[in-house]
Each structure stands twice: as structure tokens, then as C-alpha cells.
């Protein structure tokens, strides 16, 4: 029903914005990884939008890109996860970082996010297997076994997919798996 807002950012309070579209103000649930890209106080502001009717409740969210607010239409079709949990996950993970996690059906990454548990982690992985990948762009790809070593070890240390692959960008592309690491904890410190 309501595809699109355009207007001035009025309030920002996470996770909820609030767009005046020519005086009338749209409060807007939006992920985290949308409401850090927002615009300063006052500025325009266009978010894709969701609009989900309740028998208790009418609630739009809103998204910056195309694949947020197709990845989140796509979760919220999986049963036992609503329309929080989606923002959940997309606020946990970028779009990206979730379509690598189904590719490689990483249960452990799923269940860092709140309010996921282990069951619903492998019902999401299964349910999005072959879904996402289609949807969106492709992964993060790396140049040598060293560097793969690298960013996966950067991954277990909690860094999320974006944060290491800019400091796998910043390497020596002949840097050792050890040196690798190390300058990469440098780049992000």
C-alpha cells in the first residue's frame, strides 16, 4: 500500500525515524544498518517501505536499498519470524553478511544476532537457501588461500564480513597468514 516515502527526516530514535512527508509525520521502523546511513536532522530522506497491517497494530518499515526491503520481505514469509526478528537480523547482519551465512550455511553466525536461537538459525538457513543468493549480489571473494585464512580469522575474532574484508583490501596481497592477520587487527584497532 505505501511503497515509498519521501520527505525531511524530523526525529531520529533508534530504531524508529520519523519522516515529515508535507506535514504528515510517518513513523518508520528502519534496520541499523539503514538508520547509520541516514541523513542528518532535517535533511530529505526517500526510504523504501513495508507496510504491515495488524489486528492490533499498523507498522511501516523502511529501508534504504532495494535488497534490505527485499531480504526483509523474504524473512518475514519464514515461519515463526516476524517482522522484528527480520529487522533483528538485518540490524545484525548486512544483507551481504546474511546471504554469505545461508551460502555457507553458518548456523554460529546467525545465532550471534539477539533473539535468534540455534533452531531457528537452521530454519532460516534452510528456508533461504537458494532464495537470497538469487536476490542480491555476490559475496565477498578473495584473491589467495592466505587471505581466505585471514578474513575467516578475522570473522571468528567478531569482526563483522564488511569491517574485514576493508582490512583485507588494506594487505600486502603476498602477506602471510600471521604478518596478515596482524596488520589486519592493526587497520581495524
Known amino acids: 500500500m505505501i511503497g515509498r516515502l519521501t520527505g525531511l527526516l524530523?526525529?531520529?530514535?533508534?530504531?524508529?525515524?520519523?519522516?515529515?512527508?508535507?506535514g504528515i509525520g510517518y513513523e518508520v521502523d528502519v534496520p541499523m544498518s539503514s538508520f547509520y546511513n541516514l541523513p542528518s536532522l532535517g535533511e530529505r530522506?526517500?526510504?523504501?517501505?513495508?507496510?504491515?497491517v495488524r489486528e492490533d497494530a499498523q507498522t511501516l518499515f523502511g529501508f534504504l536499498t532495494h535488497d534490505e526491503r527485499l531480504t526483509f520481505r523474504l524473512l518475514i514469509k519464514i515461519t515463526g519470524v516476524g517482522p522484528?526478528?527480520?529487522l533483528s537480523l538485518l540490524s545484525g547482519l548486512s544483507v551481504s553478511e546474511l546471504a554469505q551465512a545461508v551460502a555457507r550455511q553458518e548456523t554460529g553466525r546467525l545465532v550471534k544476532v539477539p533473539g535468534i536461537g540455534k533452531k531457528t538459525a537452521e530454519?532460516?538457513?534452510?528456508e533461504l537457501?537458494?532464495?537470497l543468493a538469487d536476490a542480491i549480489s555476490a559475496p565477498t571473494t578473495v584473491a589467495s588461500d592466505a587471505q581466505a585464512d585471514i578474513?575467516?580469522?578475522?570473522?571468528a575474532l567478531g569482526y563483522s564480513d564488511r569491517e574485514a574484508a576493508a582490512a583485507l583490501k588494506s594487505l600486502p596481497p603476498d602477506a602471510s597468514v600471521s604478518d596478515g592477520i596482524k596488520l589486519a587487527l592493526k587497520s581495524l584497532a
Do not use: E, W, Y
Not at 530522506?45 to 504491515?52: C, D, E, G, Q, S
Open 10 to 22: 524530523a526525529d531520529k530514535s533508534p530504531p524508529q525515524v520519523l519522516i515529515d512527508v508535507n
Open 129 to 131: 537457501k537458494g532464495k
Open 45 to 52: 530522506v526517500t526510504l523504501l517501505t513495508h507496510f504491515i
Open 151 to 155: 578474513l575467516q580469522a578475522l570473522i
Open 84 to 86: 522484528r526478528m527480520a
Open 123 to 126: 530454519r532460516l538457513l534452510l
